[in-house]
């Protein structure tokens, strides 16, 4: 026995893959250590030189153990051809240092010049590529592609004595559709045609690789990764069949939670290989790992990325769909973005075809479906904005509906506890809705429903306590700057809507808008000796952008002046605020940078900002000093922007209580601090003064844009216009 090898000679065709690699040569190290050692040297030297000249002469070979050369064949990576071999039941295998150089070199060693080739045409974009453009124009080798689950179309397509190669790969990416290959070989031997199937057996009937492309050109793999990969290669087996069953009961849930949903996976029923698939392959290893999801176009696929990624983080963008993690890519303007329009379409690549590679780990699979598959199932669910229907049947609302015509653009109604309250709706389907009580918005969504403002759970609906959360209005007085009670009276008194306000410079296609109004009360008068007018329009844009202006007038017939502080109290809702991203708050705030501040929590004092961003990881409650007129919040784990323009409004007010305050706060829970952070557009520094029948003006208008912000790069109305998972 040779020193170097465990009794066991290569069986190449044994049926279990892992069973016959567990019987294939395993290599021991040099010193006898139980891995192999890794031969890391280009070139080999010889005992003399007539050995020599004997292996140049092909007399003496690496069978026998002596090498020439690394880019011919090197131990470390016959080891593993080896090992693939044993697994695949071939006669060898060469392990190159990519696909694309295994497939391309294949071709060069099969196909002469003036060539043909049959292919299927469902191909890798590389693959594709390379028999479209490259192998014609350097070295007229044709193809003719065909439907290669058309075994009459494929056989008529191969030439006798011109088509040298019939080519495939099978589960094709991205379709995932699987090829009969008994038969396609079959008639591919029929007609003297090799038949070439990736990823499993590449070649078939070839001459001794070693004399063509693969020695010429070196395309071969290093042999340190060999090595690695020699070391996972013994547990493949019990990863891809863990990676099928975990793809299978996956999309098995998902198309139960939705059967409209257009999932592409070979082990579903439905699937037009399904039987097929099953009768070729090796007991116990399932379907494969790759599914897909057909989003129809390439705008719902990126927004269904975006979100998976970035809010469910369910896994990464990324092509290939071979990491330990699960990826997923949108393969027509990916990997086979080469192709053109009508090259897809012949392929069946829809433009929104989402591949997605499963592997992350989900906690409990084989014991709790409901808590490890069903939320993550119900994330997908939530993705796609699916509703439960009255009979309990699952109906994905992305194909939109505009707003029906009875529907209301504002409407008056009761909210919690009878208090009165008024929605906008918009035709995208984004709504706010406002209180009369506080003249208080207390809901903004965008066009999927989800709410962008931060309202407590235990928040009073309850005169005379203000609202936690929303948008509250601090006048006369902002925060304890006076003798009124903290932010002044206007969010606890009861509004009234204004249905004759004075004309305002509007824009005509803004129709989703209220006009409120609050006046003195003789009751006020007592504490906040003045008469005013305090008129209040809050406008949803069609875009779903919220808009608040606010008019005051001095309406004192005594001639006095009066002066007030103001703020709009806007609590955004954010993930979490707690969460570390790179060292720093997955929240930030972007355009107060370098600018001075008062501190609430320093006896106000005025400190100048150092950061280059404002992020967060303690109590915070500073007032910005005359400020841009656009502030960004970025909720980097959501991946969404709020902008925040204001007009008249020159201070900035950024607060979060973190957790010691938060406690302290009746109508905040414990925890609630994390997912809230006011940026309010304010006037603090210099109070306002109007003189009887003046009038001063102030304008909060917010946007959420569903990307990142670049300070001052921001386009709201491109990045509002593209659409999140819209109508298909
Ligand atoms: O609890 P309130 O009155 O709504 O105020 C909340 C916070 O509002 C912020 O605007 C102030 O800067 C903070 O000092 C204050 O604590």
């Known amino acids: 026995m040779d020193r170097k090898t465990v009794n066991v000679e290569m069986e190449s065709k044994k049926e279990v893959p892992a069973e016959a690699l567990a019987a294939a040569r395993h290599e021991l190290g040099e010193h006898n250590g139980i891995n192999m050692s890794i031969e890391a040297s280009n070139t080999f030297t010889f005992k003399d030189s007539d050995a020599m000249n004997r292996a140049f002469l092909g007399e003496v070979c690496p069978k026998t153990g002596i090498y020439i050369y690394s880019r011919h064949l090197n131990p470390t990576i016959l080891n593993l051809g080896r090992q693939i071999a044993a697994m695949e039941g071939t006669e060898t295998a060469y392990c190159t240092a990519s696909g694309m150089s295994a497939i391309s070199s294949v071709f060069l060693q099969l196909c002469n010049t003036g060539g043909h080739v049959v292919a299927a045409k469902t191909l890798y974009g590389g693959s594709h590529a390379l028999l479209t453009h490259f192998l014609p124009q350097k070295c007229n080798i044709t193809t003719t592609f065909v439907d290669i689950v058309d075994l009459e179309e494929v056989d008529k397509a191969m030439i006798e004595g011109k088509t040298s190669v019939l080519y495939f790969e099978s589960i094709s990416n ?64 019990m990863r891809m069949k863990k990676h099928c069953k975990r793809a299978m009961k996956y999309v098995t849930k998902m198309k139960e939670l939705d059967p409209n949903l257009d999932v592409l996976y070979p082990g579903l029923k439905e699937h037009p290989q399904h039987s097929l698939l099953k009768s070729m392959s090796n007991k116990d290893y399932g379907f494969g790992g790759v599914f897909c999801i057909d989003m129809k176009t390439e ?8 979100k998976l990624q970035n809010n469910s983080k369910f896994g990464f963008m990324g092509v290939s769909l071979g990491y330990y993690e699960t990826l997923m890519s949108c393969s027509s303007s990916s990997t086979n973005s080469m192709l053109d329009t009508k090259e897809k379409e012949r392929a069946g690549i829809s433009p929104g075809l989402v591949d997605v590679g499963l592997w992350r780990s989900l ?17 997908i669910r939530r993705n796609f904005t699916i509703l439960q229907t ?5 109906v994905p609302v992305y194909k939109r509906q505009a707003m029906s015509e009875e529907t209301k653009y504002v409407e008056l109604c009761k909210g919690i506890n009878g208090l009165d309250k008024i929605i906008l709706r918009e035709v995208r389907g984004c709504s706010a809705e406002v209180y009369l009580y506080g003249g208080h918005v207390t809901s903004w969504k965008n066009e999927h429903g989800e709410e962008l403002l931060f309202v407590s759970s235990k928040a009073i609906f309850k005169p ?26 206007a969010r606890t008194r009861f509004w009234s809507i204004d249905n004759d306000p004075p004309p305002f410079p509007t824009n005509s296609s803004n129709k989703a808008f209220i006009d409120l109004i609050l006046k003195h009360s003789e009751e006020d008068v007592k504490i906040w000796p003045h008469r005013y007018e305090f008129r209040l329009r809050i406008t949803l844009g069609p875009g779903g952008d919220l808009m608040l202006t606010s008019r005051i007038r001095n309406t004192n017939t ?19 605020i707690s ?20 501190d609430n929590l320093k006896n106000r004092e005025r400190f100048t900002e150092q950061g280059d961003a404002i992020v967060f990881e303690s109590e915070v409650d500073k007032v910005y000093l005359r400020t841009p007129t656009k502030i960004a919040v970025l909720d980097h784990e959501r991946k969404r922007t709020f902008e925040l323009r204001k007009d008249g409004l020159p201070d900035a007010v950024v607060w979060n209580p973190w957790d010691k305050k938060a406690k302290t706060i009746p109508d905040l829970g414990d925890d609630e601090y994390k997912h809230m952070l006011c940026v309010e557009a304010a006037c603090v520094e210099k109070p306002i003064t109007l003189k009887p029948g003046e009038e001063w003006r102030g304008r909060q208008e917010l946007s959420a844009v569903p990307s990142s912000y670049c300070s001052g790069q921001l386009n709201p109305e491109s990045a509002i216009l593209s659409e999140d998972i819209g109508p298909a």
């Not at 005379?464 to 009276?489: D, V, Y």
């Not at 005594?558 to 979490?576: I, N």
């Not at 708050?585 to 600018?595: A, Q």
């Open 299 to 306: 705008g719902r696929a990126y927004r269904l990325m975006d």
């Open 390 to 394: 009255k009979r309990g049947v699952c």
């Open 464 to 489: 005379p306590k203000a609202i936690r959360g929303g948008i509250p209005i601090c006048f006369p007085q902002f925060s304890n700057l006076g003798s009124l009670e903290p932010h002044g009276f």
């Open 579 to 598: 969460h570390m991203f790179v060292l720093s708050s997955e929240v930030r705030v972007e355009g107060l940078e370098t600018l001075d501040y008062l």
């Open 363 to 379: 906690p409990n699979i084989d014991t709790s479906i409901i808590q490890a598959i069903e939320p993550r199932g119900f994330r």
């Open 558 to 576: 005594d001639g006095k002046s009066f002066t007030f502080t103001f703020a709009y109290h806007t609590y955004f809702h954010v993930t979490d």
């Open 174 to 237: 991205p379709t995932l559709i699987v090829a009969n290959i008994p038969e396609l070989s079959k008639i591919a031997h029929a007609k003297g045609v090799r038949c070439c199937l990736w990823p499993a057996d590449i070649v078939d009937q070839m001459r001794d690789p070693h004399e063509g492309p693969f020695m010429l050109l070196g395309p071969t793999m290093n042999p340190k990764l060999a090595f690695e990969i020699s070391g996972r290669i013994p547990h493949l087996s």
